[in-house]
């Protein structure tokens, strides 16, 4: 995908940037104390707070990763969604009053309030400081994917953008300018986001909704038993190299020294070679789209209807649809996605992207990506069970979630927040599902970075919707990211130099301490943000949560619901759910797709949380029954 820059792009981009920060300008005089730059001061009132909280919790995963999941795998995208709302249940029941009541800056300020206890504040400053940059980098992924279709640049360009931006945000005034670049963009965001579902439903659907659409080329050819191709019809092209993958065999010809590659299904029917391949990337870096090279711009239509069925009729296009009607057109139709496969040919390691017609009913169903009911294993059943768990208990454990609670200036007023986020937050996911359909049906698709799949269908409708909507999205990254960087300068100054170490810190000094450590976070942040640029954000994000509600959820409930917690239990528990929770993640076969294959990796899921949140339990129990106090025996 060849993206160019727009001076309407680049004017609403700078108009964001400059509006966060004069926002951070004009906090920064208002933030005299550590209370205000931590916590704000606890003055922010409740429905502020909930936006806020939406803000901060429609992160790059939510906007990018989950549309651009929808996109691609339709329904199992949208899983996502209801894992992270789902998880503002335990938030609202279970966690926003108690943790107003114990806590006082951070994370750790509530597990500690009974014991002080250098185990806890030990171990829930790493812990508040690890969860924060697993969620960092995925952040600073999307910040990357963004800049490059909105200003033209390189993706590191736009990391090293986004964390220089927000370094100056949480180094100048800290929460009170985190909370409300939080509400702005919060509110932004769902508003824009109904415009686009709105373009989307009267837009409607059709078989050729892109210009760019054109029939792909096919050749004859003569195919042995074993799928091999041994001859060509037209003898312009020269078979280069070959491999069979699954039911597909991909062929690499030269034709007058272009090099191309083609497809050829082993199902049955005629041996005939399509070029239906959108992308192909080799090991050596080279990058051809459709067989031509990068610079000259010819791109296939990504994503679209094969058959369109209206009412079982199929027709050309269909137009102002209600969101039943949306949803039910898809089910009754037929959609060529775009699959990925890897394989070495020709002594490449190459990676094709190619067509795939997909059943609409298959597309708004689990399966395509979370394999729990036609082709379902033991091992895919037990990923996705650990994937749910994950979601579900790592909302109301991401510490820059939870120090979001100390903002408000009582109990009454953390629930009522909560409940406002709750609402802006379903109602953001329900329209996510609509922005990634429409992303899938409608050519705009970037196989290369499903991250984009939300602005590039703004950019459908029109350059100046593209801009807003990206410009928008680069305010969410900076607000969430500045939730992260607060929450982690604060482990750092409050919990670990304060607490820990026995630091005696003036006010001004445990502020400057933090402002030292968000730098220090942010620059590590952006290292990390271009190693995973090619990742889905919402992948990434999911392990953030899982090792949040390893390391620190176990904790969190048993210290509100069973008395015979300690101190020692606390410490061990988060502990042994962090570090297995990030062993587990290391040796999962995602991670192993970055450096070697899946087939060595030693752990058969890609989330650990099945694994990771009972140990992190189990522990806790255990080790709070052998420390239990000695009771002075009564005479």
Not at 87 to 103: I, Y
Not at 243 to 256: H, M, P, Q, Y
Not at 355 to 365: D, N, V, W, Y
Request: neutral net charge; charged residues 15%.
């Amino acid at each position: 995908m060849i993206y160019e820059a727009s001076p309407i792009a680049v004017g609403l981009f700078v108009f964001i940037v400059l509006l966060v920060l004069g926002i951070s300008f004009y906090f920064a005089k208002r933030t005299r104390d550590s209370k205000s730059y931590f916590t704000a001061s606890g003055s922010i009132h409740w429905s502020v707070n909930g936006i806020a909280f939406a803000g901060d919790y429609l992160s790059a995963a939510s906007f990018l990763g989950i549309a651009g999941m929808i996109a691609t795998v339709g329904y199992d995208g949208f899983l996502y969604s209801i894992g992270y709302l789902a998880g503002w249940v335990v938030a609202l029941f279970v966690v926003a009053e108690p943790l107003k009541r114990l806590g006082k800056y951070t994370f750790s300020d509530a597990l500690d309030s009974t014991f002080n206890s250098k185990g806890i504040q030990l171990m829930a400053g790493i812990s508040t400081l690890v969860v924060s940059v697993c969620y960092l980098i995925p952040q600073m992924v999307g910040a990357g994917a963004l800049v490059t279709p909105l200003l033209g640049l390189p993706h590191y360009v736009g990391v090293i953008m986004v964390g220089s931006i927000v370094i100056f945000i949480v180094a100048t005034a800290g929460m009170v300018s985190t909370t409300y670049v939080q509400f702005l963009k919060g509110g932004l965001l769902i508003v824009f986001s109904m415009v686009l579902v709105v373009l989307v439903l009267r837009n409607g659907f059709s078989l050729s909704p892109s210009d760019d659409y054109h029939e792909f080329k096919s050749v004859g050819a003569t195919v042995d038993d074993d799928g091999t191709v041994t001859a060509l019809a037209h003898n312009p092209y020269v078979i280069v190299g070959q491999e069979t993958v699954g039911s597909l065999r991909f062929v690499k010809l030269i034709e007058n020294g272009v090099e191309t590659w083609w497809k050829l299904d082993l199902n049955g029917g005629d041996p005939v070679l399509h070029e239906t391949l959108s992308i192909v990337k080799t090991a050596n870096g080279k990058t051809l789209y459709n067989g031509e090279p990068k610079a000259n711009e010819k791109f296939y239509q990504v994503g679209h209807f094969s058959k369109l069925v209206v009412d079982g009729v199929e027709v050309e296009s269909v137009k102002n649809l209600n969101p039943a009607e949306f949803f039910s057109i898809i089910e009754d139709s037929e959609i060529v996605r775009f699959a990925t496969k890897d394989f070495t040919a020709a002594g490449d390691k190459v990676t094709v992207w190619y067509q795939s017609a997909t059943p609409g009913e298959k597309i708004l169903r689990p399966g395509l990506k979370f394999k729990v009911d036609e082709g379902a294993t033991t091992s895919s059943k037990l990923n996705f069970v650990s994937l749910m768990l994950a979601l579900f208990f790592g909302t109301s454990a991401l510490p820059h979630i939870l120090i979001r609670y100390y903002t408000v200036p009582d109990q009454k007023s953390a629930r009522k927040s909560t409940i406002v986020a709750i609402s802006a937050i379903g109602f953001f996911y329900i329209l996510t599902l609509f922005m990634g359909l429409g992303a899938m049906v409608n050519g705009v698709l970037d196989v290369e970075s499903s991250n984009m799949s939300a602005p590039l269908l703004a950019k459908y409708f029109g350059t100046a919707l593209f801009a807003i909507i990206s410009a928008v999205a680069f305010a969410t990254v900076l607000g969430t990211v500045s939730g992260l960087i607060v929450a982690a300068s604060g482990a750092v100054a409050h919990d670990l130099m304060d607490q820990f170490m026995g630091i005696q810190l003036t006010d001004k000094g445990k502020v400057k301490a933090g402002k030292i450590a968000a730098v220090a976070v942010g620059a590590l942040a952006i290292v990390l943000g271009i190693y995973f640029k090619t990742t889905n954000v919402s992948f990434l994000v999911g392990l953030a949560f899982a090792v949040a509600a390893s390391a620190n959820l176990p904790a969190i409930l048993m210290l509100l619901f069973w008395k015979k917690t300690t101190s020692k239990g606390i410490a061990a528990s988060i502990f042994v759910g962090m570090v297995s929770a990030l062993t587990l993640i290391a040796l999962s076969p995602s991670m192993y797709e970055l450096y070697e294959s899946t087939a060595t990796a030693p752990f058969p899921l890609d989330n650990p949380g099945i694994v990771s949140i009972p140990l992190s339990f189990a522990v806790l129990i255990i080790v709070s029954l052998l420390t239990q106090p000695k009771r002075t025996p009564t005479v």
